[in-house]
């Protein structure tokens, strides 16, 4: 076994939600914004159904195969040669999702806070903390995820303040052009709840067996919660014109005022948020790491994270051109493609490995 | 000080090492010839001139008595066992030995019977009595030295709660323990570390609550330690940690017989050393180090606020002086602008960017700070007198450095006292000058990449295999009631959770007082 | 160890080399407030007021105090960025927007338009969304140079006026937002010179005021309310304090004057065969704070009247600001068209197009209710015996 560390649910629970919703808070309410309108408050809830039926799929795939993560139980499924495809597959999409993820980080910060630092030092900074999170295995990620978490979420909290300028009547009128904006506006969602699928990864490390679905379900529902939060907040304040911004939860952070002397404090929200944005890119290169590790029969996994965090680096840049070019891909690509291979793969898998134990009970 | 008193005893111990060198007869036993015996105890002990040998007769038999001046008691040597041993009375020669155990006044008195056992009982104290014709001599405990009494902590003050402290003799810190724990299930386990000091360090723990396997550990680490001499705990301490590079202390040091009994009651090891009024605390976690033992004494509303504020106090006094560069340097905009004109106006000739000045300014005050320890305490006052008028106001009115600086500086300052163990002080105070770097590299998200890298290592390190974040990082049951916050003592029924077996309960349920509850 | 070593010359030599963004305090030009102009020649000269941090240090350095902390610089340019790069060549340090909540437009830029301006002040990550716009009478510059007796800068003495009437001011959201959104209307308030009459101790003494509000429609500004126009407008943005209303009632021989404490205001949208109707309803409670007249408020029937009187009173001042933003501007800057969206979304989408022409056809009912709660400390006229006054 390469990981010997065990975590609880509660941990997992405190590594999955800024997993999910560090970047997703940055860029779904402006597009959800752009399809839905006044009903982008919906949006989240329908979205979340995705993540409820990932978690489950996982759930029953973890089951089936207790010990393993996907890129064991792939081989089992699959045979030795289609599942070791899948798995370097696999390995590829999270790759791909984790420079991405590291690119709209560096973007963020290069466009709203440091803009004459060259946006390579934030991304080589927070892949580096990350690989150093990595190789400490999953349990250092988890004791780091409960604290950073807590100090995201808390910090998250400030948007409270921003109470008394909520004009509640933005949310009118209620379903103006039917459910299909929602829908579409709920598309871009799915992509961040499709990420449940990294829970395969995790639940193998779980210390208390059977608890993780419940647990599961409970995260999927607290991002649920979380999104409809930041979403609610931007939509009662900017209205429309959270279409025009490209963050605009930072947007309406950039407005309180507290006794109007505290007031521009979004940057200490931005640097709380790199707490949030650690633990993602933490998750998401530890399950890359793992599945190379595991993949090749290596004896340990801590080898190859910084070789690999130096590759992410590099396709953060490799493949999104500017900022456009994100948001072109968030809107119509991701959806599609990280539904397919987080929620639909897995289900295949599942049908598939069914399937044979059925054959070989009836045999 | 402390340091000067104790150069000259590693100097003797040198020399002792070339005596030992030159008898390889080290291990062996006792010779019959009370003169081959004589001799290989004085060419042992040549240069020596503190080892006293007083030759007599004991019933026609020729004796040696030898012992080092200062460590026996001289007075009950010469009352007790010469008077008796020079006294006319005839012995059972039959059983010789015997008869002179019997005669002699002396509780503490064994048989020994070789040459490295009656070193040690000679560097003990205890005078050794070697008799013609036997190849066992006699260990008197008649151990006597000039030691300091029990005297209130010096670096561990309280305003309520025990005023002893443990004093540099092991004996009598032992018996401190004893005093308290009265059980029997108070074990005291003793290795001894050292080439030359040969020092003892005794594991004390309570059976039954402690895990098995954590002293099976610290005795392997002690066993593990190869060194010449153990001068103070830090030595122990640096050679058992488990992550050596860490700047954050993996052990907790006392020299408060209270608070080594509550870690023990809490299912802790400590360690006792000789020769130190420190003792040592495994396993600690990092909240561990944050509990003050007047915490538990005063009103839990008491000990919760002064917890809380102690974790404010680190935030600042690790953060602080880089949040103000970064905040100066970087984020002006979220300064309000009053605050900010004012700002302005006092950094406005100032010459040194803010990074240099807050680098600056903070090692100008670390100096004062250690210029303050060290110095007798007549200059002392000189040292804080320079140091306030220097860099406070004059420094100001040069316009050499702003005068929010040195407010900032200041609060620092006050703030890295409010943390109890000293220990963890000086790692924050370490730890601040990189983060101003990184502060001044990249503003608050270099903070916050420096918070990130503090937190992955703490993460990391383990005490003596407990996680160092414990409770809070691995969320045990009843995490909250001891970190954080200190509950009512009638609510803190379990012992925080250390490694594997435990014995979790730590007092009966429902002890919640109230009026009504004597009547039951 | 060596490894060690290296490593940490390393990130010496990054941390040290890096530094892309540290701007020290003593490189700062901050800017308190800024005033847009537009030229004969169509250019955009830009001046900002830059704080002088010499000027409030404590009396030991020497300077005159009342020589005020600020000055203005200028610089102009084809554009507003164009404008401000020039400005930026004409000042030694980095222009600093993060602290600017004060943005003046000169009234010919405002009557030409104001959406590139916007523009680049919502775009730039500089200037605050949150920091307020004015529409000055004359050139927005000469505002600037105002040095104010009570505040240090006329910026804050222009901050402040307008923090203290939360319904007053504008900020870049609330503009953008509204030119934005269904009325596609906003009203920015017209501040002008405040001339005293009072001898002033050096030249420019005096602080901008508000004088009113102008009225803008598709980033234009087509007129200006004056100051009792603007009350109207006050009141129906739910931000009544401060403002004090007096009646004279029929049998009465002066007035009396009440200040209101709360107001609600209630906005509800009908259509009722194809007739667009906007009711709303007005709640105001308000203290007497003086009675000319030989009135008893005491009395329950006086009180009453007096009631009454208020509601008329209220009624014709907001009916009369309605009636000029619909005939006369033809701007819907109380956002009648988003409050029909939100109740009645399909006959909206119905007129969406052609909303200025029905804007201006949309009846108004309002309804007041006023209520007295308070007489301050006395309860009869002051001053009058007993007996003159009447019941």
């Known amino acids: 076994m390469l990981e010997k560390g065990k975590i609880s649910t509660l941990q997992m629970e405190f590594m999955i939600i800024p997993a999910i919703i560090a970047t997703g808070v940055l860029s779904i309410p402006s597009i959800s914004g752009k399809y839905a309108r006044h009903d982008m408050w919906m949006t989240p809830i329908v979205g979340s159904i995705i993540g409820f039926i990932t978690v489950y799929i996982v759930w029953k795939l973890h089951q089936l195969f207790p010990k393993l993560t996907p890129f064991q139980y792939s081989e089992k499924i699959l045979g030795k040669v289609v599942g070791r495809i899948f798995s370097l597959f696999l390995i590829f999409f999270f790759l791909h999702d984790t420079g991405i993820v590291i690119r709209q980080y560096s973007d963020f910060i290069t466009s709203n806070v440091m803009r004459e630092t060259p946006s390579v030092v934030f991304s080589i900074s927070i892949t580096f903390v990350s690989a150093l999170a990595v190789r400490g295995g999953i349990e250092v990620i988890a004791r780091s995820a409960v604290i950073c978490t807590t100090i995201f979420l808390c910090v998250s909290l400030v948007l409270l303040l921003l109470i008394k300028d909520v004009e509640v009547s933005y949310m009118l009128p209620i379903l103006e052009d039917g459910l299909l904006p929602v829908m579409k506006g709920a598309l871009v969602h799915t992509a961040w709840f499709s990420e449940f699928f990294l829970l395969a990864f995790i639940y193998p490390f779980i210390n208390t067996r059977g608890k993780g679905l419940k647990s599961g379900m409970k995260a999927s529902l607290y991002v649920m919660l979380l999104l409809l939060y930041f979403h609610l907040f931007v939509l009662t304040i900017l209205e429309v014109s959270a279409v025009n911004q490209l963050y605009p939860v930072h947007s309406i952070i950039r407005s309180i005022s507290v006794f109007g002397f505290f007031e521009n404090f979004e940057i200490i929200i931005t640097a709380s948020w790199v707490l949030g944005n650690f633990i993602k890119v933490s998750v998401f290169l530890y399950v890359a790491n793992l599945g190379i590790a595991q993949l090749f029969g290596l004896s340990n996994y801590q080898i190859t994270v910084f070789p690999l965090s130096l590759l992410l680096v590099l396709l953060s840049y490799w493949d999104i051109p500017n900022i456009v070019g994100l948001v072109d891909f968030l809107t119509k690509i991701q959806p599609f493609y990280f539904i397919l291979v987080q929620t639909v793969f897995p289900l295949f898998l599942l049908i598939i490995a069914f399937a044979r134990r059925k054959r070989s009970e009836s045999r | ?520 | 160890m060596k490894k060690s070593i290296l490593v940490m010359l390393c990130c010496c030599y990054l941390t040290l080399t890096g530094c892309w963004d540290r701007v020290e305090m003593q490189d700062l030009a901050i800017i308190t407030a800024a005033a847009i102009d537009r030229l004969e020649d169509g250019k955009t000269r830009i001046s900002v007021q830059l704080f002088i941090p010499r000027a409030i240090t404590s009396g030991e350095t020497g300077e005159d105090p009342s020589l005020g902390s600020t000055f203005v610089r200028e610089a102009t340019g084809e554009n507003l960025a164009n404008a401000i790069s020039m400005l930026q060549m004409n000042v030694p340090r980095k222009l600093f927007w993060g602290q600017c909540k004060v943005f003046i437009f000169g009234i010919e830029l405002a009557k030409n338009g104001i959406r590139k301006q916007i523009d680049y002040l919502i775009r730039h990550p500089g200037p605050r969304d949150n920091s307020f716009l004015y529409v000055s009478e004359d050139e927005a510059k000469e505002l600037l140079t105002l040095v104010p007796p009570l505040e240090r800068y006329s910026g804050e003495a222009l901050k402040k006026l307008t923090q203290e009437e939360k319904g007053m001011g504008s900020t870049l959201r609330d503009v953008d937002k509204a030119l934005m959104g269904e009325s596609e209307s906003v009203s920015i308030p017209y501040i002008q010179m405040l001339v005293s009459k009072e001898p002033t101790r050096k030249l420019h003494e005096t602080i901008p005021v508000i004088e009113g509000m102008a009225i803008f429609k598709k980033e234009q500004m087509i007129g200006v309310l004056n100051k009792k126009e603007t009350r109207g407008l006050l009141w129906l943005k739910d931000d009544m304090k401060r403002s004090t209303i007096s009646i004279k009632l029929k049998d009465g021989d002066g007035e009396i004057s009440m200040t209101p404490t709360s107001g609600k205001s209630k906005f509800s949208p009908e259509i009722k065969e194809h007739r667009w109707i906007m009711n709303l309803n007005i709640t105001i409670e308000g203290d007497i704070v003086q009675n000319e007249t030989h009135l008893d408020p005491m009395d329950k029937d006086v009180l009453l009247k007096i009631e009454k009187e208020y509601e008329t009173a209220l009624k014709e001042r907001v009916a009369q600001t309605i009636e000029k933003l619909q005939q006369k501007f033809n701007a819907d800057v109380m956002n009648f068209g988003r409050r029909f969206h939100q109740i009645y979304p399909n006959e909206w989408s119905k007129v969406k197009d052609r909303w200025d022409e029905k804007f201006p056809e949309v009846e108004v009912k309002i309804m007041v209710t006023a209520k007295v709660r308070r007489h301050g400390y006395i309860g009869p006229p002051a001053a009058l015996p007993r007996d003159e006054v009447k019941e």
């Not at chain 2, 040459?115 to 006699?138: H, K, Q, R, W, Y």
């Not at chain 2, 017989?257 to 009024?277: F, S, Y």
């Open chain 2, 1 to 520: 000080m402390i340091r000067i008193r104790r150069r000259p005893s590693k100097k003797k111990a040198k020399g002792h090492f070339r005596a030992a060198q030159q008898n390889p007869s080290h291990n062996t036993l006792l010779s019959k010839n009370l003169e081959e015996n004589t001799q290989f105890f004085s060419s042992l002990y040549e240069e020596s001139s503190d080892v006293v040998f007083r030759s007599f007769v004991v019933g026609k038999k020729g004796a040696t008595i030898i012992y080092i001046e200062g460590l026996s008691d001289t007075q009950k040597l010469d009352e007790q066992v010469l008077e008796t041993l020079l006294d006319k009375n005839e012995f059972d020669e039959t059983d010789f030995l015997l008869s002179i155990k019997n005669r002699l006044p002396i509780s503490n008195i064994k048989k020994i019977s070789t040459f490295s056992t009656c070193i040690d009982s000679i560097a003990n104290g205890s005078p050794v009595l070697l008799i013609d014709g036997f190849e066992e001599a006699f260990s008197l405990g008649l151990v006597k030295f000039e030691k300091r009494s029990i005297e209130e902590p010096q670096a561990e003050g309280s305003i309520r709660g025990p005023r002893e402290g443990f004093t540099e003799s092991l004996g009598v810190n032992t018996s401190l323990l004893r005093r308290i724990i009265k059980d029997p299930a108070l074990k005291m386990k003793t290795v001894h570390v050292g080439k030359y000091t040969k020092t003892k360090v005794v594991i004390s723990y309570i059976k039954g609550l402690v895990d098995k396997t954590l002293i099976e550990e610290i005795e392997n680490r002690l066993n593990r330690i190869q060194i010449d001499g153990v001068l103070e705990s830090g030595y122990i301490e640096q050679f058992i940690e488990d992550n050596p590079y860490s700047p954050f202390p993996q052990l907790l040091y006392t020299e408060r017989p209270d608070v080594v009994c509550a870690n023990l009651l809490e299912g802790r090891a400590v360690l006792m050393i000789d020769g130190t009024p420190f003792s040592l605390v495994a396993p600690v976690s990092f909240f561990s180090l944050f509990q003050s033992q007047e915490d538990y004494y005063e009103r839990f509303w008491m000990g919760t606020f002064v917890r809380t504020l102690r974790f404010l106090f680190l935030a600042v006094s690790l953060f602080l002086p880089s949040v103000y560069v970064a905040i100066t340097t970087f984020h002006q905009e979220m300064v309000p602008t009053d605050l900010l004109l004012s700002l302005a106006s006092s950094r406005e000739g100032v010459p040194f960017p803010a990074i240099v000045e807050a680098i600056m300014m903070e090692i100008a005050f670390e100096a004062l700070r250690e210029a303050g320890i060290r110095l007798p305490k007549q200059v002392g006052s000189a040292v804080s007198i320079v140091g306030a008028l220097v860099i406070g106001q004059a420094a100001v009115q040069a316009g050499i450095v702003s005068a929010p600086m040195i407010i900032i500086v200041s609060i620092t300052g006050i703030a890295s006292f409010m943390v109890p163990r000293y220990s963890i002080g000086l790692a924050i105070r370490m730890l601040r000058f990189p983060i101003i770097i990184l502060a001044g590299f990249l503003g608050l998200v270099g903070v916050m990449l420096a918070l990130i890298l503090i937190i992955i290592h703490l993460s990391t390190l383990r005490s003596f295999g407990t996680p160092y974040l414990g409770p809070i990082s691995t969320q045990q049951k009843n995490w909250m009631q001891d970190t954080f916050i200190r509950s009512p003592l009638w609510k803190m029924n379990t012992r925080p959770r250390l490694t594997g077996e435990y014995n979790a309960v730590r007092q009966g349920a429902n002890l919640k007082p109230g009026p009504n509850k004597s009547g039951e």
